[in-house]
Every structure is written in structure tokens, then in C-alpha cells.
């Protein structure tokens, strides 16, 4: 809430970014991509996001191959490419897309967000629960669970 002038180029928000506009936190001014414009492809929350989005100038839905493209995400300078994750194992592994054998969901935006530190302009921030299940099933473990699917080291990932 106490930033300024953040821009934000995504694949999909929620009712965050609702707060953070509605505060003055986001204008998208110094964008180069789309300023002045909120870029999405999908919006996931209450119906105070649906309410926020809806005929709204400050908001442009655009398909993924838009808003994960690299190249034009590399056009903005400073980009934090923030993404989730279901597990990281203490070696610094992420899984992004499993719980075990079972996908969970997509990866193409994790793989946006290794592109955008490795072109030197952004930094990617992994982002998750420390427990799920209620507090009863941490999410940080001694090992990706067998069958996981896409994982990275954490410090391929963010540069450490």
C-alpha cells in the first residue's frame, strides 16, 4: 500500500490488486507496454474484482500469448514476476504444477518468470504458504514429493 507508480503486465490477478489501485498504488504510468492500463487475461476472486473490472478503462484483457510473452514483457524495465508454488524441498527445488504425479495446474508462466531474470531486467519472487491442509502439511519439505512435475533450484530461479 505505501509503493508508488507500480505497473502490472499479468497473466491473471485477484482482489489485491483491487487494494493496491484503489489506494493510488498502481497507476501504470512509466510502462512502456500499455501504459496507463492494468494488462490481464482473467481475473479469479470476489465480486469486488468482478465489480472493479467491469467497463473499466483503467483494465485490458488480452490472450495468454500476450501477457506471457517475453519479449514484450522484457520491454518493461524492473519487472517482478511474481508466481506460486505447491512445494519447495530444502535443496532450494520448486514445484510448480503437481502435487506428486497429478497435475495441479499450467506452467507457462513459470517458465515467463525464469525468462524474465535471465534477460537481467526483473527479478521472479516464488511466493507460497508455508502449510496447506489447514496448517496439517507443510509446504516446505525435505524432498519434492515423488512424481512432481516441473521444478527449478530456487536460486536458478532468482539469481542467488
Same mark, same amino acid.
Given at each position: 500500500?505505501?509503493?508508488?507508480?507500480?505497473?502490472?503486465?499479468?497473466?491473471?490477478?485477484?482482489?489485491?490488486?483491487?487494494?493496491?489501485?484503489?489506494?493510488?498504488? &498502481?497507476?501504470? +504510468?512509466?510502462?512502456?507496454?500499455?501504459?496507463? !492500463?492494468?494488462?490481464? #487475461?482473467? =481475473?479469479?476472486?470476489?465480486? %469486488?474484482?468482478?465489480?472493479?473490472?467491469?467497463?473499466?478503462?483503467?483494465?485490458?484483457?488480452?490472450?495468454?500469448?500476450?501477457?506471457?510473452?517475453?519479449?514484450?514483457?522484457?520491454?518493461?524495465?524492473?519487472?517482478?514476476?511474481?508466481?506460486?508454488?505447491?512445494?519447495?524441498?530444502?535443496?532450494?527445488?520448486?514445484?510448480?504444477?503437481? &502435487?506428486?504425479? +497429478?497435475?495441479?495446474?499450467?506452467?507457462?508462466? !513459470?517458465?515467463?518468470? #525464469?525468462? =524474465?531474470?535471465?534477460?537481467? %531486467?526483473?527479478?521472479?519472487?516464488?511466493?507460497?504458504?508455508?502449510?496447506?491442509?489447514?496448517?496439517?502439511?507443510?509446504?516446505?519439505?525435505?524432498?519434492?514429493?515423488?512424481?512432481?512435475?516441473?521444478?527449478?533450484?530456487?536460486?536458478?530461479?532468482?539469481?542467488?
Amino acid at each position: 500500500m505505501n509503493k508508488q507508480d507500480l505497473g502490472i503486465h499479468t497473466e491473471m490477478f485477484s482482489d489485491g490488486v483491487v487494494d493496491l489501485a484503489e489506494c493510488g498504488a &498502481i497507476t501504470n +504510468r512509466l510502462k512502456k507496454v500499455h501504459p496507463g !492500463r492494468i494488462i490481464t #487475461s482473467f =481475473v479469479a476472486g470476489t465480486k %469486488r474484482v468482478y465489480d472493479f473490472i467491469d467497463d473499466n478503462p483503467f483494465v485490458e484483457f488480452h490472450p495468454c500469448d500476450h501477457t506471457n510473452d517475453t519479449a514484450r514483457i522484457r520491454r518493461n524495465d524492473k519487472v517482478v514476476a511474481i508466481n506460486s508454488a505447491i512445494e519447495v524441498d530444502i535443496t532450494g527445488q520448486v514445484c510448480a504444477d503437481s &502435487i506428486g504425479a +497429478r497435475i495441479y495446474s499450467g506452467i507457462a508462466d !513459470r517458465w515467463t518468470s #525464469s525468462r =524474465v531474470r535471465l534477460v537481467g %531486467r526483473g527479478k521472479p519472487i516464488i511466493a507460497l504458504p508455508a502449510t496447506a491442509a489447514k496448517g496439517k502439511l507443510s509446504r516446505i519439505v525435505p524432498t519434492l514429493s515423488p512424481g512432481s512435475g516441473w521444478s527449478r533450484r530456487a536460486d536458478t530461479c532468482t539469481g542467488s
